[in-house]
C-alpha cells in the first residue's frame, strides 16, 4: 500500500524568527492520524531566520538527525560538543538519558534551511552521543545512498533505532531502487523537485507512505533530492 501525503497538509508554524511545516504531530500542531509512521516520530522542514535560533533546551531518549538544506546550523551541547553543519552534511544526536543542546543561524543575511528528524531509539536510557559526516553529490548522485544506520554500514552515521535513512539526488532518466521488506515501513520525502514514487508523482515536501511492499522504485526525476526511510513498523 502506497499512501500521499502532499505538502500543503502538514502541518505550519510561524513564529516569526521559525516557520515550519510538520509532517506529523509536533508542539501546537496535533492530528491523531499523523503521530509518526512507524519509528519515525518527527520530521520538520525549518527555516530560521537570520541571527536568531534554539535556545538551550533538553531531550530524551530519541535519536535526533539533523540535515541541512542551505545555509549553516550551528550546534553546541552539554556533552561538549560544538560544530557547524553544512549542506552535504548529516548529524546525529543520540539524546538518550538526557541532553541538551542549541542550534543557531549565526549568518546575518540569509536564512537556514533544515530538516529535524527524530527516530524512536531501540532502548531507553542510553549513554547519549554524537556523530557527524559529510556525504558528497556524486555519492548520492542517481542512486540512494545510506547515511545513517543501526550499525554504520557504507560510512553512514550510526544511530540507535531500528531504522535506516538514505539520502538522493535525480534527474532526467536516473532511476533509483531499494528492495524492502514488506513487514516493515518506508517513508520517502521529497526536499525539493519533482519525481515519481513507484509510479506516484511527487512535489517538493510531498511523502509516500509504504507499507506491505517490497521495493521502492524512484523514476522522472527533476532537480529531485530525496530522503527514503527503512522503518520498523
Known amino acids: 500500500m502506497l499512501t500521499i501525503r502532499r505538502a500543503h497538509d502538514r502541518g505550519h508554524a510561524d513564529h516569526g524568527w521559525l516557520t515550519s511545516h510538520h509532517s506529523f504531530s509536533f508542539a501546537g500542531y496535533f492530528d491523531p492520524a499523523w503521530m509518526g509512521w512507524g519509528k519515525l516520530r518527527v520530521l520538520n522542514e525549518d527555516r530560521i531566520a537570520p541571527g536568531t535560533g534554539f535556545g538551550t533546551h533538553g531531550h530524551r531518549d530519541m535519536e535526533i538527525v539533523s540535515y541541512v538544506l542551505a545555509g549553516e546550523l550551528a550546534h553546541r551541547d552539554s556533552l561538549g560538543n560544538g560544530a557547524v553543519i553544512a549542506p552535504g552534511e548529516v548529524q546525529r544526536m543520540s539524546a538518550g538519558r538526557g ?12 536564512h537556514t534551511h533544515f530538516l529535524q528528524i527524530w ?16 556525504f558528497a553529490d556524486l ?18 552515521v550510526t544511530i540507535h533505532a531500528d531504522a535506516r ?22 517513508y520517502v520525502h521529497l526536499v525539493r523537485g519533482r519525481l515519481a514514487a513507484n509510479g506516484q508523482p ?11 511492499e517490497t521495493g521502492l522504485t524512484l523514476t522522472g526525476g527533476e532537480d529531485a533530492e530525496v530522503l527514503v526511510f527503512d522503518l520498523a513498523p
Open 99 to 110: 541532553v541538551r543542546h542549541s542550534e543557531f543561524n549565526h549568518a546575518a543575511d540569509r
Open 119 to 134: 527516530i524512536e531509539p531501540a532502548q531507553a536510557g542510553l549513554e547519549p552521543g554524537y556523530e557527524q559526516k559529510r
Open 139 to 156: 555519492d548520492k548522485r542517481g542512486r540512494l545512498c545510506l547515511v545513517a544506520s543501526p550499525d554504520g554500514a557504507a560510512g553512514s
Open 165 to 186: 535513512l538514505y539520502a538522493g539526488l535525480l534527474d532526467g532518466a536516473e532511476v533509483a531502487t531499494l528492495a524492502l521488506d514488506p513487514a516493515r515501513k518506508a
Open 202 to 212: 511527487l512535489a517538493g515536501g510531498d511523502a509516500a507512505l509504504l507499507s506491505g
